[in-house]
């Protein structure tokens, strides 16, 4: 993103702006330098509870952070706003993610790895993901799919966004993957795209079962679950349990089908 960050030391007060990569910190054994995160930080539950919220994602609490002193801000290009992070740019060291794949998401493993002297853990956490993802056994021939992550109005999943990417490798084919990332739909759109399979994500939006009749009704022949969002779109340490849940997924679909 054009923006160079040097460290005189390993940092001892970090600031968290992202769910996912809170998370990972904490994994990496961070737990005691984290003096900041997001409301929206929920994992690991207890210790998250217990550190000071700096506001959202997109609207940070700039009073709270200068109180904090953090001398290692941890953010991502989609989940925060440009305006917000240059201003933080200004005062403190802000290290920026942007992930579109699977290893776009190790890579920033490694490199908060390596900010922070976790580079063992780090590496062990990255050999358990990739083996986990190597296990996986893809739909063959893939399925046409519908990823919804909002409604009123409807939002679906385009193209170049890590849920797309997990979409692939699970052998679902995005129908709306030629789009922009998170486009608008019309119910007309829906049905003229004809999946086979809608996916309802529990995030952001919270999707339940008793959407599951609404999409019915426009897509009489598709499939429709409801799914973990954080399974498909968080990048950090959660990757770890993505697997596992992906493959029942795909097994559940491919015993439909």
């Given at each position: 993103?054009?923006?160079?960050?040097?460290?005189e030391?390993?940092?001892?007060?970090i600031l968290?702006l992202?769910?996912?990569?809170?998370?990972?910190l904490?994994?990496?054994?961070?737990?005691?330098?984290?003096?900041?995160?997001t409301?929206?930080?929920?994992?690991?539950?207890?210790?998250v509870?217990q550190?000071?919220?700096?506001?959202?994602?997109k609207?940070?609490?700039f009073?709270?952070?200068?109180?904090?002193?953090p001398?290692?801000?941890?953010?991502?290009k989609?989940?925060?706003?440009?305006e917000?992070?240059?201003?933080l740019?200004?005062?403190?060291?802000?290290?920026?993610?942007?992930?579109y794949?699977?290893?776009?998401a190790?890579?920033?493993?490694r490199?908060v790895?390596?900010?922070?002297?976790?580079?063992?853990k780090a590496?062990?956490?990255?050999?358990?993901?990739?083996?986990?993802?190597e296990?996986l056994?893809?739909?063959?021939?893939s399925?046409?799919?519908?990823?919804?992550i909002w409604r009123?109005?409807?939002?679906?999943v385009?193209?170049n966004?890590?849920?797309d990417?997990?979409?692939?490798?699970?052998?679902?084919d995005n129908?709306?993957?030629?789009?922009?990332?998170?486009?608008?739909i019309?119910?007309?759109?829906?049905?003229?795209?004809?999946p086979?399979?809608?996916?309802?994500?529990?995030?952001?939006?919270?999707f339940?079962?008793?959407h599951?009749?609404?999409?019915?009704?426009i897509c009489p022949q598709a499939?429709?679950k409801?799914?973990?969002?954080e399974?498909?779109?968080?990048?950090?340490s959660r990757?770890?349990?993505?697997?596992?849940?992906?493959?029942?997924?795909?097994?559940?679909?491919?015993q439909?089908?």
């Open positions: 993103m054009g923006h160079s960050l040097v460290l030391q390993l940092p001892q007060r968290s992202v769910p996912s990569q809170t998370e990972l904490f994994d990496l054994g961070l737990g005691d330098r984290i003096v900041g995160v409301k929206f930080c929920i994992h690991p539950k207890e210790q509870k550190k000071p919220k700096i506001g959202g994602t609207n940070f609490k009073d709270v952070i200068d109180q904090l002193q001398d290692l801000i941890i953010g991502n989609e989940e925060n706003y440009q917000g992070i240059e201003q740019q200004q005062k403190y060291n802000v290290w920026m993610s942007d992930i794949t699977l290893d776009d190790l890579e920033m493993l490199q790895g390596q900010l922070t002297g976790t580079e063992a590496a062990e956490l990255e050999q358990s993901i990739k083996a986990g993802f296990q056994k893809p739909l063959q021939p399925i046409k799919t519908a990823y919804f009123k109005p409807y939002m679906a385009g193209t966004n890590i849920i990417h997990m979409l692939q490798r699970c052998g679902l129908v709306f993957g030629h789009l922009s990332r998170y486009p608008e019309t119910a007309e759109q829906l049905q003229q795209a004809n086979q399979l809608i996916l309802l994500s529990s995030e952001p939006y919270p339940k079962e008793k599951i009749q609404e999409f019915q009704e499939s429709i409801v799914v973990d969002g399974m498909f779109s968080w990048y950090g990757l770890l349990q993505a697997p596992a849940y992906l493959q029942q997924v795909i097994d559940e679909v491919r439909e089908a």
